[in-house]
């Protein structure tokens, strides 16, 4: 398997050589910088760029247009493209979209415009060019996923106009052409934004544009009269690994009921939240407790509690044991919340990897000091302040 670099607005990318001789685009960055494998594909499709366009690229990579080159097999004789001002290439998929003159010319002006050295070598080193530039919010991830499928889409629209409907190729239409299919996506995916009527300053306006935070307050609130809360949570070293799970029990004065720490076996954090939950019930019901509100801060466990989601077919089991715990209660209430607002729990949960024996407390001095400290806050209802970048972009200040 053959190894290429490309460089690409300074980065340097590695691709990966399909056997059938196609370059798979490069593995996308995750929030922590590392890279994920994508199909090779996947940044090809988007609801806000139109299908024919896509569709089109799409045939392009595997060598499925009817290109000259392509059809000489069925006794048509090879010509010269019509693309290029001088006719002076074969009419093939890469000099229509890369090679040829009026193909690199088009790239290399939106290429300049967006920081990047246009490498046109290769249609599969252009995409990748394109898709391998870290995104600075969504506007501009969008613009940097679209702008290569809109400029095949209007090179093929440009040679076949020339070929079948005798017009001459015009570059300044072509990218006229480019700019509006990426000002229409943008109008319609980012309506709140208003988009520039040139390219340069379209694509320099998606880079500065940033996204809105939402704020919220976070507090840990005390149950009702004749009500206990149970916060839970589980957690696994590198999913699945090594299992742990930790819960506290208070009541309405803020008492601690009691707190446990449990080190398990091996497997997943859905498991461990199960787990978590489990034991957490289970201390709740044989301490005398009917009415329990549940709190955690896994939304997909919640989910599958309230039976609002069909569950992974090996946690089952664990369910079983739980709903027939549910059923034992008079009143139950199942609630999803932040991690600040579960963070004795979730300090809990940690702790049990550094122990190799369940946990039990009865007395807020015998447990862990982080978790004392968290529970502290919580009984002072000191609010935490959750910052989250929302997906509605703005206009940069």
């Given amino acids: 398997m053959e190894l290429e670099q490309t460089v690409g607005a300074g980065t340097s990318q590695s691709t990966l050589q399909h056997p059938n001789n196609r370059n798979f685009p490069p593995p996308a960055p995750t929030r922590s910088g590392s890279m994920e494998t994508q199909h090779p594909y996947s940044l090809l499709w988007h609801k806000n760029i139109s299908f024919k366009s896509s569709f089109l690229l799409w045939r392009a990579l595997r060598g499925k247009l ?25 009419d093939s998929i890469e000099h229509i979209f890369s090679t040829g003159k009026f193909a690199a010319a088009v790239w290399s002006s939106f290429a300049a415009t ?41 090179l093929w629209k440009n040679r076949c106009a020339a070929k079948y409907g005798g017009k001459t190729a015009n570059i300044s239409k072509v990218k006229y052409a480019i700019y509006k299919d990426n000002y229409k996506m943008l109008t319609n995916a980012f309506p709140q934004v208003k988009w520039p009527a040139k390219w340069a300053e379209l694509i320099h306006m998606s880079e500065r544009c940033v996204h809105d935070i939402k704020v919220n307050m976070v507090t840990w609130t005390r149950p009702k009269d004749q009500w206990i809360k149970v916060n839970t949570d589980g957690s696994a070293i590198n999913n699945p690994g090594k299992m742990g799970v930790g819960g506290i029990l208070r009541d309405k004065s803020d008492r601690l009921v009691m707190a446990l720490t449990t080190p398990l076996g091996e497997g997943t954090n859905n498991k461990a939240e199960l787990e978590a939950v489990i034991l957490g019930l289970t201390w709740a019901l044989e301490l005398g407790y009917k009415n329990i509100i549940l709190e955690l801060d896994s939304q ?91 997906k509605r972009i703005k206009e940069p200040p």
């Fill in 66 to 90: 009817p290109t000259n080159d392509k059809i000489t097999n069925f006794g048509v004789e090879p010509s010269t493209c019509v693309c290029c001002f001088d006719r002076s290439g074969m």
């Fill in 114 to 154: 967006a920081g990047m050295l246009s490498d046109c070598s290769s249609l599969q080193a252009l995409i990748q060019q394109w898709w391998a530039v870290r995104p600075r919010n969504a506007a501009h991830k969008t613009l940097l996923q679209a702008t290569p499928i809109f400029i095949c889409w209007n």
């Fill in 300 to 390: 997909l466990v919640v989910h599958w509690i309230l039976k609002e989601a069909a569950p992974q077919w090996s946690i089952i089991t664990q369910l079983g044991r739980l709903q027939n715990l549910i059923s034992q209660t008079q009143n139950f209430k199942c609630l999803h919340v932040f991690r600040e607002a579960n963070w004795v729990a979730d300090a809990l949960s940690k702790h049990s990897h550094k122990t190799t024996t369940p946990q039990v407390y009865f007395n807020i001095q015998q447990m862990p000091k982080e978790a004392r400290s968290y529970n502290h806050l919580h009984l002072l209802q000191m609010p935490s302040v959750r910052r989250k970048k929302t």
